[in-house]
């Protein structure tokens, strides 16, 4: 790990990586999450092609899923409602809690800059420096493929409660209700087993449930953000965030 001073404050370069960095323009290492993900690919595109492993998949987390979410199959608009919370608040927060987003922003700052300092390097000529921006934007990389693995860890767990959540819908959805017709904003009466007004390849349903959950995906990880941003400032000693503002 380096440390990096922004050029701005001291007036030299950052500091080089290690010799463990690769090679500039050498492709980072897959992580062992990134290939699990990719082994998973395959097996996920059979579900999602194939109705009868669907219908299987779905049917055998409904014992699970129908008491709780399933409300006699009398008020389908409820059911999306309440999966969408269970399903955002889960995924949001375990992607919020897993995922770095000082180092996240940091190492976009640093992109910037690199990338900044690579147009004024090639405008003036500069093998030398050239090459070690090279050096530098390696090191970069593999730490980035490094917080991305970490981060893949949290997102198999999110995807295969994701997956669970969708095919039970997929089954209880066409056969767990009363009736097919619901009224929407667009419509009194709606089949939300038809495709829908605005994207005519998916059913009605999946859009309604796009509706409810993206929204509040985007608030609960902006307050989670917040939350989290203001217990780490709270957690700085005075006189060192007094110390930082001077410096900026």
């Given at each position: 790990?380096?440390s990096?001073?922004?050029?701005?404050?001291?007036g030299?370069?950052?500091?080089?990586?290690d010799s463990n960095a690769p090679?500039?323009?050498?492709?980072?290492?897959?992580?062992p999450?990134?290939?699990?993900?990719?082994m998973?690919?395959?097996?996920?595109l059979?579900?999602?092609?194939?109705p009868?492993v669907?219908?299987?998949?779905?049917g055998a987390?409904g014992?699970?899923f129908t008491?709780?979410f399933g409300?006699?199959?009398?008020?389908?608009?409820?059911?999306?409602f309440?999966?969408s919370?269970?399903l955002?608040i889960f995924?949001?927060t375990?992607r919020?809690?897993f995922t770095n987003?000082?180092?996240?922003?940091?190492q976009?700052?640093?992109s910037?800059w690199?990338?900044?300092?690579?147009?004024?390097?090639?405008?003036?000529?500069n093998v030398?420096?050239?090459?070690?921006l090279?050096?530098?934007q390696a090191?970069m990389?593999?730490?980035?493929t490094?917080?991305?693995g970490?981060q893949?860890?949290?997102t198999?767990v999110?995807?295969v409660v994701?997956?669970a959540?969708?095919?039970w819908?997929?089954?209880?959805m066409?056969s767990?209700t009363m009736?097919n017709?619901?009224s929407?904003?667009?419509?009194?009466?709606?089949?939300?087993?038809?495709?829908?007004?605005?994207i005519?390849?998916?059913?009605?349903?999946?859009?309604?449930?796009s509706v409810?959950?993206l929204p509040?995906?985007?608030?609960l990880q902006s307050?989670?953000?917040?939350w989290s941003f203001k217990?780490?400032?709270e957690g700085?000693p005075?006189d060192?965030?007094i110390?930082?503002?001077?410096?900026n």
């Amino acid at each position: 790990m380096y440390s990096f001073v922004h050029p701005k404050s001291t007036g030299e370069s950052p500091r080089m990586p290690d010799s463990n960095a690769p090679a500039p323009g050498a492709a980072p290492k897959s992580s062992p999450s990134q290939l699990i993900i990719l082994m998973m690919l395959p097996l996920m595109l059979i579900i999602v092609m194939d109705p009868n492993v669907r219908t299987a998949m779905g049917g055998a987390v409904g014992g699970l899923f129908t008491p709780i979410f399933g409300f006699g199959g009398a008020y389908p608009i409820w059911t999306l409602f309440a999966c969408s919370i269970v399903l955002v608040i889960f995924t949001t927060t375990v992607r919020h809690f897993f995922t770095n987003w000082i180092e996240q922003g940091r190492q976009k700052h640093l992109s910037s800059w690199v990338q900044a300092q690579f147009k004024e390097v090639r405008a003036k000529g500069n093998v030398t420096k050239m090459k070690k921006l090279n050096e530098y934007q390696a090191q970069m990389m593999k730490q980035s493929t490094d917080a991305m693995g970490s981060q893949m860890k949290t997102t198999l767990v999110t995807i295969v409660v994701a997956m669970a959540i969708f095919l039970w819908l997929g089954v209880f959805m066409y056969s767990g209700t009363m009736t097919n017709y619901i009224s929407t904003p667009w419509a009194s009466t709606v089949d939300y087993l038809k495709p829908g007004p605005f994207i005519h390849v998916m059913p009605t349903w999946i859009l309604l449930y796009s509706v409810l959950s993206l929204p509040l995906g985007q608030v609960l990880q902006s307050a989670l953000k917040v939350w989290s941003f203001k217990r780490k400032l709270e957690g700085l000693p005075l006189d060192s965030a007094i110390r930082k503002g001077e410096d900026n």
